[in-house]
Each structure stands twice: as structure tokens, then as C-alpha cells.
């Protein structure tokens, strides 16, 4: 079985409907809109030339010559759903902290410890929570340098049931992604972003 | 005598026979945990907080997706997890389910004075009785896998009932209906040993763990809980799960041969006593002076 | 000994009102401790518990009284441990003990009594089996205390720890034991076998004559002092 299973005819095009698509349809790599490294294919074009990037003030773009060098992705839990369980004491009692996932080598790298506060920065925002020291997740070798990459879990938001007592507020992982989004879905480029870590 | 008397076969702290004792047909129940098929999602401890009505607690972020370091006498199923290294290098995620073992020989129901306070019914399941508990805490004591948990106010003693109430009535456990993946299974226990032999055998066959097998400890007599492991030669890295555990051996000392010494000894004593006056009588001093005359 | 025990008639204080309260609240928190224990030692006994409050109130109360009993044989210690030293000439009524256990005192065989002086060992305020006694209760209240705390807070104990655990569940019904072979001779004696003694222990007063063949040398030494001061 081929890998173009949404053409009915089950194999490439070298032609689109216009209008259908804002790019392709040849298979294609480009690399994240912040990225650690230059496109391997093609450096003179590393970003997909028409993704939608927001134009305010606030849609910034690092490179790791700005300081950002560690990879930054995000996902979700299974004792989670967005940002509203946070409101659940079921919820609440099984993950009651948001947190950060880091890799064994970060950690020694900036005198880390699992519980510890760290501060995660993008170019466009912060965001403050403790971090977990992990084994599952490692240090790669990414066009020979030795990169990090680090997890963030989406939820909590602004406050919730383990934050009201005591009036705190927390940050949001949405401050930290880009804004850029995929032509033709336009799902957001939150999972692949660069953030510098540093502790709290 | 009722339905409910005769389907219990062993009570805790009980002078005399047990009206139950092998008076039902009624198989052993077990609950299958195939830890090589466990996500870690927790369906199942959200089920047994659900079923079982459960106040929530406050737990802390603890460098683990572990809810919380061991169960709580309102938190009676945990998943364990435990980042381990192969030998060749290679991570593994270990996650199990911790919970009561429903042990055919309970050391909880051992070590109990109370009358009544701890039962194991025919199928195996061996339920708290709060009602007749005393809050000593020797179950605390007895048991090898350390289960039970004392509620600090009313001084009772908690912990998984197997869903007793849901198995009386041909239910299976609230956790096992929750399992997303299916790695959970209920059944007699014969089923359930068939089931994780074969897994096992599965395992070491087509999934290289030469080490693969099943837990069921004969150190307890086997458990109502059965786990498949990756590697069944190290269970302690399943959140420290006993390799060979067994009732403690102070707890049967003192429940076996000290009671009969001490009980002949104390009666030796008592009847010595009386055997020693009427041989020998009081002692006399000639002008009886215990009264201060003379 | 510096109070004087010598008092009018015939009569000296053996025991003043400080020791006997002492002696009393010990004895009867034992007996408390004694009865709640034996509920939780053997099934066929748990009735006691059920009688004495419920299970529940028992197994409350049992580590009060405890510490209540614990107190008093710590204040004992301080208040006899001096008299209780076991001597040379303890070791030496050690010979003499078969004719003590068989009643066969100079009191039994009048013939002897002229002799009764030389042939019998003295004893001091306590005989060696009071002595024994004594010691047994400290020791084995110290055991049943420090066994007793890990079995009362036992849920605090980590499992790291439970080693302690499995220790205390033996020592604790160990010296239970001992302490009760203590008890059940100390109250047998005390009551049936010398005759004065029970009375001794309420009301305090003895005569001369039942201290001169129970504890010569200690009323030798209390009318001494009184001699000394004529």
C-alpha cells in the first residue's frame, strides 16, 4: 500500500486543483519556523515558504543565535483534558502540579533537581513551573551539536481548585508557541518551537 | 444460618470453628494485572475513587507521574511507575498496579486480635470489617505488601475489596471494567493463571523477555492478585514488589507457638498457686502480728 | 531513711503514703493493662475487652494506662532502687530459699526457733524474690514501654522501618508474660501465703514482731537510728 491514501487513485499528483491546496503537492521537508538548525535539503530555505505567520508585535521569531537553543514541544495527558480539569478534584489529586520534562543531561547542565521551579523562555513569553527529571527523554545529536529538547504538558491555565486557596496564578504554555500555522489546516506549529531554560 | 455467614471461610481474632469453613463450591476470583500491556493512564485508580465513593486528598508534584507515594486509606489503587535502565542500556517504563493482594494466607487477618474485624470469604477475597475494628494497627504489621492504611480519625484500617460488592453480584471490579488497554482480566483463578501463562509464554517467545513470567507468590499460599512481568526474576523493580514474601515470622511466632506457651504458662501459673496453698498453706508467725498486737 | 518510721504501741511504718499510692496506682493499672491484654493476646478472651468498654475503648485506653503504669514503676525506681540492690547477703538467703518456698520457717518447727537466729539468712527491707520482683517490673515495664510506642503509633512507622515492628510484636507479649509470672506470685504471696503483708501495703503499719521475722535487718536498722537519737 502507497502513501497516498487521500487520493483516490492512491498515488501522487504532480498537478492540484487550484484553490484546493497553498502548497505542494510534492512531499516535502522543511524544518519548524524556529528551528536549531538550516533545512538539510535545502539551507537556502528552511521554513515552508507559506505558512501563515501573525504580524503583531507580539509574533516574534528566535534562532539559537538569540539564545534559544533548546527544543521545546508540548503535549497532553491522560489525567487531563485542556485546560477545565483543572476545576476537577479528580484531576487535580492525580496531576496536581503543572511541570516541565527534562532530560537527565539538562538538569546536570543547569544544576537542576526533580521539584525544582525552572523558568522556560521563548522569544515570546515565559512560563514558570517545577521541573521532572526524567530518563525518558534525551539528549540528541542534531547535525552533529548536542541539542535538548524538553516536554510541556498544555494544561493547568491561569488558575484553577489547587491555586485558589492561595491566590497564585500560573503561566500558560500558550504563551511560550508560535503563532504560525499550517496553510492548508491551519493547525498551529506548537509542538516543535526553541525556548532556553534556566531555574527559577 | 444466612447466605452472607456461610459464604465467609476465615475470621480474624475468632475463638473457635468458622460456621463457613468449607461449606461452599464457590472457586477462588482473581484479578489479572498484565503489566506489559499497562499504560499508566489511570482509568483504574479514578474507577476505585469513583465506585467507591472515596474523599479526594491533596497530593504534590514528586519528580513522577506516580499520584502518590503509596496508597492512603481513601486512595486504595496506585500505579507505581519506575523509570529502569536494562542492563544493554535500553529504558524501560515500568508501571504497576498496587493494591491489596487478597493473599489466600492474609497476614493482615493473621496478626488481627478483633473479632470479626478482618474476613475472608469463600471466593478469596479477604474485606476489612470496619465495624469490628479496634485501630491497633497489627494488620499494618502482618502484611507483607504494606497495605493497609489507618484513617487517622476513626482510627479504622482501609484497603481494596476486590469490588466485593460488585463480584457478589456477578459484576467484575470497577477497575477492571475500566481498563482502557485490556490488560486487566477477572476470573477464577485457574482462568487467570491460564491467561498469564500464556501471555508469559507469548512474551518470551515473540517479544524477547526471556525472563517473563507470572506472580503469584506460593510464600502466601498464592494471591487473589496475580501480575504477567517483563522479568518475573526481578519483581522489586515493579515498585518494590516482594520477591518472596510471606506472613512475617515474628507475627506467626507470636500467633502460633507463643500463644500456646504463654496460655500454658499462665494457667500452669494460676493452678500452681492454688496447688502451692493447699500444700503448703500460708506462712504463721507464732504471736500473729499482722494487726500490731503483742 | 531519714523520716522515722518507729511509731507508738508495737508497731513500725513499713510502707509511708507516698510508696503505697505509688504502689497501688502501678498495681492497678496492671491489672487494667493485664486484663486488655490478655483481650488482645488470645480470641478466647476478647470478651474481656467487650466487658471492659468495647474493643475500641480498650484498645484506646490500654496505651494511657500504660503510660500511667510506666510513670509509677519509673517513681518506684527512684523511690527503692537503693533498697533493692541485690547483695552478698541476698546471695546467701539463696540457700535458703527451698525451706522459704516450703513455709518451713522457724515459725513451723518451735524447736528450732532458739536456733531460728543464726540459721536463717537476715533480710533487709526486701528479700531477694521482693528484689527480683522489683527488677522484673522495671525491666519488663521499660520493654512493654518502649515495645508499646512502636505498636501504638505504628502507622507512623516507614516501611523502611518495620523491622521494629516485627520486634515489638514479640517483645511486647514476652514481657507481658514475665511481668504476669511476677504479678500472679507477688499477689499470691503478698495475699494468701504472708499473712500481714496485704495489710501492710494498705494501711501502712506492721508490728515489730512481723518485721523482727520478716525483715530483721531492716528493723534493726529503723529502731536503731531511734536508738541512736535516745
Redesign the interface.
Known amino acids: 500500500m502507497g502513501p497516498f491514501i487521500m487520493n483516490p487513485e492512491g498515488v501522487g499528483r504532480l498537478f492540484a486543483p487550484l484553490g484546493a491546496f497553498a502548497e505542494g503537492p510534492f512531499p516535502e521537508h522543511y524544518e519548524p519556523t524556529e528551528s536549531p538548525i538550516e533545512n538539510p535539503l535545502h539551507p537556502g530555505q528552511s521554513r515552508n515558504p507559506v505558512v501563515k505567520r501573525f504580524k503583531t508585535p507580539d509574533d516574534q521569531y528566535a534562532s539559537p543565535k538569540d539564545g534559544y537553543d533548546i527544543i521545546c514541544t508540548t503535549y497532553r495527558l491522560?489525567?487531563h483534558y485542556h485546560y477545565w480539569t483543572k476545576n476537577n478534584?479528580?484531576n487535580?489529586?492525580?496531576?496536581?502540579?503543572p511541570?516541565v520534562e527534562i532530560s537527565e543531561e539538562l538538569a546536570q547542565e543547569k544544576g537542576i533537581r526533580?521539584?525544582d521551579k525552572v523558568k522556560v523562555s521563548s522569544i515570546r513569553g515565559t512560563y514558570i513551573a517545577?521541573?521532572?527529571?526524567?530518563?525518558?527523554i534525551k539528549q540528541m545529536i542534531v547535525d552533529g551539536k548536542k541539542t535538548h529538547q524538553i516536554g510541556i504538558p498544555i494544561h493547568w491555565g491561569f488558575r484553577g481548585i489547587a491555586e485558589d486557596d492561595g491566590k497564585t496564578a500560573l503561566t500558560l504554555t500558550n504563551q511560550l508557541s508560535p503563532a504560525v500555522v499550517d496553510p492548508n489546516a491551519y493547525t498551529p506549529e506548537f509542538k516543535g518551537f526553541l525556548v532556553k531554560v534556566e531555574k527559577a | 444460618m444466612s447466605q452472607a455467614t456461610l459464604r465467609i471461610q476465615k475470621i480474624s481474632g475468632h475463638a473457635g470453628s468458622v460456621p463457613g469453613e468449607d461449606t461452599q463450591r464457590e472457586s477462588q476470583v482473581c484479578k489479572l494485572v498484565d503489566t506489559t500491556t499497562c499504560?499508566?493512564?489511570?482509568?483504574c485508580?479514578?474507577a476505585c475513587?469513583?465506585w467507591n465513593d472515596l474523599p479526594?486528598?491533596?497530593?504534590?508534584?514528586?519528580?513522577?507521574?506516580q499520584?502518590m507515594p503509596e496508597t492512603r486509606w481513601n486512595y486504595w489503587n496506585l500505579i507505581l511507575f519506575n523509570?529502569h535502565?536494562r542492563e544493554d542500556g535500553s529504558?524501560m517504563?515500568l508501571m504497576r498496579k498496587n493494591q491489596c493482594m487478597h493473599c489466600a494466607e492474609p497476614g493482615c487477618l493473621e496478626a488481627c486480635p478483633a473479632d470479626g474485624a478482618i474476613v475472608q470469604y469463600s471466593n478469596g477475597i479477604v474485606d476489612f470489617q470496619q465495624d469490628h475494628c479496634i485501630g491497633c494497627g497489627y494488620c499494618i504489621t502482618g502484611c507483607p505488601f504494606d497495605i493497609p492504611k489507618l484513617n487517622p480519625k476513626t482510627k479504622r484500617v482501609h484497603k481494596c475489596t476486590l469490588c466485593t460488592d460488585r463480584v457478589s453480584e456477578g459484576l467484575e471490579p470497577a477497575c477492571i471494567k475500566s481498563c482502557p488497554t485490556g490488560c486487566l482480566h477477572f476470573g477464577t483463578k485457574e482462568d487467570m493463571k491460564y491467561l498469564a501463562e500464556h501471555r508469559a509464554k507469548q512474551l518470551k517467545d515473540h517479544s524477547g523477555y526471556v525472563n517473563a513470567g507470572v506472580y503469584d507468590p506460593p510464600g502466601v499460599g498464592g494471591t487473589g492478585v496475580i501480575y504477567v512481568l517483563h522479568d518475573a526474576t526481578k519483581p522489586e523493580l515493579y515498585g518494590g514488589l516482594p520477591k518472596n514474601p510471606s506472613i512475617p515470622l515474628s507475627v506467626k511466632l507470636w500467633k502460633q507457638p507463643m500463644k500456646w506457651i504463654g496460655n500454658i504458662l499462665i494457667i500452669g501459673g494460676i493452678v500452681g498457686t492454688f496447688v502451692h496453698y493447699l500444700r503448703y498453706g500460708p506462712k504463721i508467725v507464732p504471736e500473729d502480728s499482722a494487726k500490731g498486737d503483742s | 531513711m531519714q523520716e522515722n518510721r518507729v511509731l507508738r504501741g508495737n508497731r513500725v511504718l513499713r510502707y509511708n503514703f507516698h510508696e503505697r499510692v505509688i504502689h497501688w496506682c502501678a498495681g492497678l493499672s496492671y491489672v487494667y493493662l493485664m486484663l486488655t491484654g490478655l483481650a488482645f493476646w488470645s480470641p478466647w478472651l476478647f470478651w474481656i475487652a467487650v466487658v471492659l468498654g468495647g474493643g475500641l475503648a480498650s484498645r484506646m485506653l490500654h496505651p494511657l494506662v500504660g503510660l500511667i503504669f510506666t510513670a509509677s514503676v519509673i517513681d518506684m525506681y527512684f523511690m527503692w532502687k537503693r533498697d533493692m540492690r541485690i547483695t552478698d547477703l541476698d546471695r546467701q538467703w539463696t540457700k535458703t530459699i527451698g525451706a522459704y518456698v516450703r513455709n518451713e520457717e522457724e515459725e513451723q518447727i518451735p524447736e528450732l526457733a532458739v536456733r531460728a537466729w543464726q540459721k536463717w539468712a537476715p533480710v533487709d527491707r526486701f528479700n531477694l524474690g521482693q528484689k527480683y520482683l522489683f527488677w522484673v517490673m522495671f525491666w519488663g515495664g521499660i520493654a512493654l514501654l518502649l515495645s508499646g510506642l512502636v505498636l501504638w503509633f505504628t502507622e507512623y512507622i516507614p516501611w523502611s522501618f518495620r523491622f521494629l515492628r516485627y520486634i515489638s510484636v514479640l517483645v511486647h507479649p514476652i514481657a507481658f508474660l514475665v511481668t504476669l509470672g511476677g504479678f500472679i506470685i507477688h499477689v499470691y504471696m503478698g495475699t494468701a501465703v504472708v499473712r500481714g503483708g496485704f495489710t501492710s501495703v494498705i494501711r501502712g503499719e506492721v508490728s515489730k514482731t512481723w518485721a523482727r521475722h520478716h525483715h530483721r535487718l531492716w528493723l534493726e536498722r529503723i529502731t536503731g537510728q531511734d536508738a541512736a537519737r535516745k
Open positions: 491522560t489525567e478534584p479528580m487535580v489529586q492525580l496531576v496536581p502540579e511541570f526533580g521539584g517545577k521541573a521532572m527529571v526524567t530518563k525518558r | 499504560i499508566g493512564c489511570k482509568a485508580e479514578v475513587m469513583e479526594f486528598g491533596e497530593t504534590v508534584f514528586d519528580n513522577s507521574y499520584t523509570e535502565v529504558l517504563w
